[in-house]
């Protein structure tokens, strides 16, 4: 089996892969003397390779791995970071702790790498080995590289600034041409609006998402408003005192004109039932 990460140099010292080998994307900061490495992807074996890929590309060695927060898909390579800080939010730190002792308990891990060898024979999960709460900065010479958290999209979610490039990467805080997955079970939409507000308050000039193609701020206010329309449908269903079960059969849920994802359905029906949980909760008296 051929190996492939095809890594995009997005600005002089930044890099991002734009395919789909490691499912979500990842990416890479050069500062002075080494690397910042930000989510770890999905699939292991082809995160070994895009570690090696980018200490070739610049000839520096990654030294802090970010974690933007604790979906599968952005943390199952971190293995092979153990020699590097491995940062993450202290809400995520903890969700993750949580993971390992009953979603992927040791016992959950072995199953999957039996049932798939081919991508996931060597799986094991590493928790980050420093967390923060709020804002965190990267400094190195004279480049830094800060870290805010933000929650919405999970629980502890955060983003990544490079201040010397204006560039941001949102992990998924921002699917790009994509209608979000705002269906975790510590999903809040008004915090994710904040999250938006944030980003285009620092005036990037690209953003890097989670998935789906490299954009801008433009695309950051196009969700900002989607997100925003969804909140308002929410809240007058809420407010009529129309159900949560009859969620189901609603057609007229706000919905951007993009491709559908894998299993698009069941993610956005998690969705639209996490958004009327939020909402409820935020109106209740
Ligand atoms: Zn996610």
Redesign the pocket.
């Known amino acids: 089996m051929i190996i492939m990460v095809n890594f995009e140099q997005i600005t002089n010292s930044v890099w991002s892969n734009t395919e789909d080998e490691t499912f979500?994307h990842v990416a890479f900061v050069k500062l002075n003397n080494c690397l910042v490495f930000i989510d770890s992807g999905y699939y292991p074996k082809v995160i070994e390779k895009a570690r090696k890929e980018a200490e070739k590309i610049t000839g520096l060695p990654v030294k802090y791995l970010i974690i933007t927060?604790h979906?599968g898909?952005?943390v199952l390579g971190n293995q092979f970071f153990e020699d590097c800080q491995i940062i993450s939010t202290k809400k995520t730190f903890d969700i993750l702790d949580n993971l390992v002792k009953t979603r992927w308990s040791d016992d959950n891990l072995e199953k999957t790498r039996k049932e798939n060898p081919k991508e996931f024979d060597i799986l094991k999960v590493v928790l980050p080995n420093k967390s923060f709460v709020g804002e965190y900065e990267i400094i190195d010479d004279t480049l830094s590289l800060k870290i805010f958290q933000t929650d919405g999209?999970?629980s502890g979610s955060c983003f990544v600034y490079f201040p010397e490039e204006r560039i941001i990467i949102a992990g998924?805080l921002l699917f790009s041409e994509q209608v979000p997955?705002f269906g975790?079970e510590t999903t809040d939409p008004y915090l994710w609006l904040e999250a938006y507000k944030q980003m285009i308050d620092l005036n990037p000039v690209k953003v890097i998402p989670?998935h789906g193609p490299m954009t801008d701020i433009e695309q950051v206010k196009i969700q900002l408003q989607y997100l925003e329309d969804c909140i308002n449908w929410m809240e007058d269903y809420v407010k009529s005192g129309r159900k949560k079960e009859d969620l189901d059969a609603i057609i007229d849920f706000p919905m951007l004109d993009y491709d559908k994802y894998d299993d698009f359905d069941e993610f956005f029906k998690l969705s639209k039932d996490r958004t009327y949980d939020v909402v409820k909760e935020k109106h209740k008296h």
Do not use: L
Request: hydrophobic share 0%.
């Open positions: 979500s927060h979906h898909d952005h999209h999970t998924d997955y975790d989670g």
